[in-house]
C-alpha cells in the first residue's frame, strides 16, 4: 500500500509560478514511475509528466520547455515545477504512483491549480 499527499496548489496569475510537491509513504520499493496528471474541469484526467526512480523523464507536449518533473528518493517526494503558467493550466493536479513490479496504481487526493489572466 502506498499514500501520496499533494500540496503546493494555489492561485497564481498567468506567467507566473508553482512548485507542487508530492509526499509518498508506504510500501515504496526500489523501482517505480511517479508522476502528475491534470483534469480541468469537463476535461478528461491528462498526463503532464513522469518520472522514473532511475531519473528518466516524459512530458506532455503541451508543458514542455515550461515545467520540470523531479523527485528526491531519499526523501520519497515528487516535485513538479511549474512557470510560465498560462490559463489553460488550470487544473486539479494529482500525483500517481506505480511499482514496476505490480499493477496496482496509487493516486493521491489532488490539489489545485488556479491560473488567472
Known amino acids: 500500500q502506498v499514500q501520496l499527499v499533494e500540496s503546493g496548489g494555489g492561485l497564481v496569475q498567468a506567467g507566473g509560478s508553482l512548485r507542487l510537491s508530492c509526499a509518498a509513504s508506504g510500501s515504496i520499493g526500489s523501482t517505480n514511475v511517479m508522476g502528475w496528471y491534470g483534469q480541468a474541469p469537463g476535461k478528461q484526467r491528462e498526463l503532464v509528466a513522469t518520472i522514473t526512480s532511475g531519473g528518466i523523464r516524459s512530458y506532455a507536449d503541451s508543458v514542455k520547455g515550461r515545467f520540470t518533473i523531479s523527485r528526491d528518493n531519499a526523501k520519497n517526494t515528487l516535485f513538479l515545477q511549474m512557470n510560465s503558467l498560462k490559463p489553460e493550466d488550470t487544473a486539479v493536479y494529482y500525483c500517481?504512483?506505480?511499482?514496476?513490479?505490480?499493477?496496482?496504481?496509487?493516486w493521491g487526493q489532488g490539489t489545485q491549480v488556479t491560473v488567472s489572466s
Open positions: 500517481w504512483f506505480r511499482h514496476m513490479w505490480a499493477r496496482n496504481e496509487y
